[in-house]
């Protein structure tokens, strides 16, 4: 009709807005049906190679994408609670690619789901044992003395711990991600974990692994809304094929939160979170006290501004406790997440972290 | 440029859901701060735990009485095997391609050397020319 009598209705911004809306609509009813039969989303896809395996310990080493690298070699020390593919996200997402694409060789401790045998694991087995091991394996591998280290998160914290313990390491730079020192800015982690509610060692008795659910429910209840707020968003972006793939990787990430040892999980709760030992320079492994002033190796902080599981006064003691003389630390806006994967760790971390690291690897 | 205003009831529920999320995030910190909450919450977690450790028993006994193994056999099982290949994984050689040079040197280095470079070879040309029409002067003198 409207054709025949030549009108139609003014493009005002409301009707091209409701028109972008239903069109929205339909796109979402479709795509819905699409994710519920969708596979996993794939992540970690940067080829590698499996150099060691024990138990919970996974050192792997990726391919070089460029015919010449630096002369160090990289090795990335993940937390025990999380896979290391949030580290490698996607082609275009992955803090490997980029390290691999700017000449970086680089390898990284991964962690497997501890068996009911490593229930027993301490911090002892990772600092005296897994990291030293897996630093030789790398010096062995790439035919180099040298070694430099990056620690994210609690990967950070037992990178410290290692450096503190062994003056003479072949490790001759240290990067840490939003790695905590002080653990009494973590309010709710230590609420949670209180000597009066919690009673920590018949837990560990009762689990000896304790559970991935148990770990991620302690990290939702930091922010309780946020994964039902997500839901609510990923219906709305429905349409956006970008975000539901981005969305999809980040919520995989979180699904597959690993169970930890109930050795490590009970020194955590009471060595550093109840007594915050490594703050106060009282925390001992191997019979030997911990003290951060032994650390005189290069050492970037990066910490994330918003970071809600490591505040950034939990992790800002680093810098001024250790005793190096090349020192910085940078605090980027955004999360604890955001530091190591998404628009913002492309932007700004990564390309801060390349270029302190580069002229530090030759 | 900025987009004309007009009354858009999707934005403003958007708007609201963030808020809302930030909103119930910031009262649930607060909340799980005061002791009396977070020892409800245990209470709560402990039950909860408790519960589903009394229904994995049951389920346990059923398995047994039926002559099926439980999940937990069958994760020992598989931590058996991945044992296994954990060893195996260590008797096979690392098969990569031929490894890279290690002599890259950061950017900022490769262009201050070529600047460097560049510099001493123009030098060397200027001197030579110099030199050179030095030469010829001395040899019209």
Known sequence: MAATTGFSWPESPLTERLRQEVERSVQRAFKGLELAGAPPPQVGRSPKTTLYRRGTLELVHYRAQMDEVYRIPLLIVMAPTNKGYILDLAPGQSFVEFLLQHGFDVYMVDWNAPTMMERDLQLEDYVLDFIPECIRRVQQHSGEADVNVVGYCAGGMLSVLYQALHADSPVRHLVCLTTPIDFSKMDLFRVMSDEG???????????????ASVISAGFEALRPATKMAGQIKLWDNLWNDQFV??????????????PLPGGYFRQTVKRLLRENALFKGTLQLGGERIDLKKIRIPLLHMVAQYDHIVPAGASAPLIRQVGSQDKEEVVLPGGHVSIAAG????????????RWLEGRSV | ????????????????VSKLEKSTNERANAQLKAPGVARSLQDA?????????AYAKLIENYLRQANLPSRKQIQDLAETLQRIEDKLDGLLPVAEGLQPSRTRRPPAAVAAAATATAEKTAARHSG???RRTRGAGARKE
């Open chain 2, 1 to 16: 440029m900025t987009e004309p205003y007009f009354f858009d009831p999707l934005q403003l529920w958007r708007d609201a």
């Open chain 1, 197 to 211: 509610t919690f009673d920590v060692d018949g837990f560990v008795e009762r689990y000896g692994v304790i559970p």
């Open chain 2, 45 to 53: 977690a402990t039950v909860s735990f408790g519960l589903q450790q």
């Open chain 1, 343 to 354: 628009a913002n760790a492309v932007k700004r971390a990564w390309p801060k972290l390349g």
């Open chain 1, 245 to 258: 793939k981005g969305f999809r990787r980040m919520e995989r990430w979180g699904d597959e939160t690993l």
């Open chain 2, 128 to 130: 030579g020319k110099a």
